[in-house]
């Protein structure tokens, strides 16, 4: 999701902040590409995930599939969590959604419907694989909130356990924030939505918005995770993140460790304690206390 609620207050935030700046001079650029999802890019090579030989165990029956959000990709989004869970066990599968041409390495920029789809794709292509007859999904950002139209309008449901939700937009944010960010980029502001609908589909109260959380925030038969922060800087507020429903937990990291300063970013690319509760979303038969010393498991 794109940081648009406040100024970037660490260099974390600022990184993120540096890759929008990127992107947009990218657009800018190239002000004949269009909104159109590039094809589906092959994935950077990874160490222990996207290993299409990977057999799931009894222990672990059904594969983890990462989606990654805004202006992340496959790879970078998850070089701590891929390994983490591929250390438990588990197998581990990563892609590359909502491309735009001539935009590399940032993706999550095109329609998320249309990126919806290249989930629905992918998702057949890991269960194909590993022979599993569902599928685990863990996303971060756009990519928590996005799996939820897989699940509701492409018959996603079917094929998904559970969907574990890392500080998503599921209700989308304000602009507030970008606003103050369009005089640096001039021209810039009607590019947003020309060229980067995935962003403004984001927006709270935005056509994509509506017709997601039309009819309540969850289907049947999927057992949903979300767990925010209260320091996001991105999705705010970040209540806004939560889920109603049946089968929903919804957790606020500072209640697990009080002196977690994660925020948008961090917790769903480093913050082990975040991580931990993943795997307890996984695995609830075997879930274990998470904790400020679970920074250390």
Same mark, same amino acid.
């Given at each position: ?30 002000? &004949? ?17 996207? !290993?299409?030989?990977? $057999? ?7 594969? /983890?599939?990462? /989606? %990654? ?44 419907? $249309? ?14 694989? +590993?022979?599993?007859? $569902?599928?685990?999904?863990?996303? %971060? ?9 897989? =699940? ?16 998503? !937009? ?22 947003? +939505? +020309?060229? &980067? ?24 038969? /999927? ?6 922060? $209260? ?8 209540? &806004? ?22 925020? %948008?970013?961090?917790?769903? +690319? ?5 991580? %931990?509760?993943?795997?307890?979303? =996984? ?15």
């Amino acid at each position: 999701m794109l940081p648009w609620t406040r100024a970037p207050r660490t260099p974390r935030a600022r990184r993120t902040l540096a890759a929008l700046i990127l992107t947009l001079t990218a657009l800018v650029a190239a002000p &004949t590409a269009t909104a159109t999802a590039a094809p589906t890019q092959a994935a950077a090579p990874s160490r222990g995930w996207n !290993d299409y030989s990977c $057999k799931p165990s009894a222990a672990h029956p059904r594969p /983890v599939v990462l /989606v %990654h959000g805004t202006f992340g990709n496959s790879i970078d989004n998850w070089l701590v969590l891929a390994p983490y869970l591929v250390n438990r066990g588990y197998c581990v599968f990563s892609l590359d959604y909502g491309q735009l041409p001539g935009v590399p390495l940032f993706n999550g920029l095109g329609p998320i419907e $249309k990126s919806a789809g290249q989930l629905d794709v992918f998702v057949d292509k890991v269960l194909g694989a +590993t022979g599993a007859p $569902k599928a685990d999904l863990v996303g %971060h950002s756009q990519g928590g909130m996005m799996p939820n139209y897989y =699940l509701k309008f492409l018959g996603g449901a079917d094929k998904v356990n559970a969907l574990v939700g890392i500080a998503p !937009d599921n209700h989308g944010t304000t602009l507030l924030g970008l606003t103050r960010l369009l005089p640096y980029f001039p021209g810039i502001e009607g590019l947003l +939505t +020309t060229n &980067t609908p995935g962003l403004a589909d984001q927006i709270a109260g935005s056509a994509f918005i509506t017709k997601l959380n039309a009819g309540g925030d969850t289907v049947p038969g /999927v057992r949903y995770t979300v767990i925010a922060t $209260k320091y996001d800087e991105v999705v705010t507020p970040y209540r &806004t993140q939560y889920l109603s429903g049946a089968n929903v937990r919804n957790v606020l990291l500072q209640d697990l460790c009080p002196v977690d300063l994660s925020e %948008h970013v961090a917790i769903g +690319t480093v913050d082990r304690i975040a991580f %931990h509760e993943v795997a307890n979303a =996984l695995d609830p038969a075997n879930a274990t206390p998470t904790t400020c010393a679970s920074v250390v498991g």
